[in-house]
């Protein structure tokens, strides 16, 4: 099955700064890679997907970016703010639906 | 609308006791999940549902059994409840990939603790 390294575990950044999380898949059938964002005592949302077809994405102050060849994508947070504290959470799939999840980032921004 | 519903979100059992958790949407959403979530583990998929009376395993499906008898609703059950299934359980749903939305929309989870 599909197995997706997530690193760093956790992350501190100065307000404004800019965040970096960085995954990996296994399975190179994996075509679907979002991301989601979990505040403390929340659920999962998503904030933002990349398919194996696209190179990068973006969406205001967050952008991913895949490399097929590597096995690996990443999610960037611009202009860090407060409200960007949370766990952040990349998954993988190879048929849309079916996510495995890496293990989180715990995102922290120091004001 | 309400999204997706969990009952309970919060439960406590002794080991060797059995529960049921139930997850509803009201989004017409033809796929359905249940997760369970540990520190440092992420989101593990338990079982999963691509539509109406159908059921499919995940990544660690032993010890739970689950049951989707009407579209809407997706129920989780624990037969035999053991300390390692302390965690919480979130469900989710989806519409399975109409125009490229493939969003999974999570409920507000459940903390069950298995003393």
């Known amino acids: 099955g599909e197995n997706v390294e997530q690193h760093p575990s956790t992350l501190s950044v100065q307000e404004g700064d800019s965040a970096v999380i960085k995954c990996t898949y296994s399975?190179?059938?994996?075509?679907?890679f979002p991301w989601y964002k979990q505040e403390l005592g929340k659920r999962p949302q998503l904030i933002i997907d990349?398919?194996?077809?696209?190179g990068e994405k973006k969406d205001q102050r967050i952008a991913v970016t895949l490399n097929k060849t590597a096995k690996h994508f990443s999610l960037h947070i611009t202009e860090t703010q407060p409200e960007d504290s949370a766990v952040y959470f990349c998954?993988?799939?190879?048929?849309?639906?079916?996510?495995?999840f890496g293990a989180g980032t715990t995102v922290t921004v120091r004001a | 609308n309400a999204g997706v519903t969990q009952t309970p979100k919060f439960r406590v059992l002794k080991t060797g006791q059995s529960m049921t958790l139930l997850c509803a949407q009201d989004m017409n959403h033809e796929y359905m999940y249940w997760y369970r979530q540990d520190p440092g583990m992420g989101l593990r998929l338990i079982h999963y549902?691509?539509?109406?009376?159908?059921?499919a395993k995940g990544e660690v499906p032993d010890g739970y059994n689950v049951s989707r008898l009407k579209k809407q609703n997706f129920l989780l059950g624990l037969e035999s409840a053991a300390p390692s299934q302390t965690s919480v359980y979130f469900c989710?749903?989806?519409?399975?990939?109409?125009?490229?939305?493939?969003?999974?929309?999570f409920g507000p989870g459940t903390r069950l603790t298995v003393l």
């Open positions: 989710a749903s989806s519409y399975p990939g109409l125009a490229g939305d493939n969003e999974q929309f």
């Open positions: 399975d190179s059938a994996s075509n679907y």
């Open positions: 998954a993988a799939s190879y048929n849309d639906y079916k996510l495995s």
């Open positions: 549902s691509v539509g109406e009376g159908t059921t």
């Open positions: 990349i398919r194996s077809n696209v």
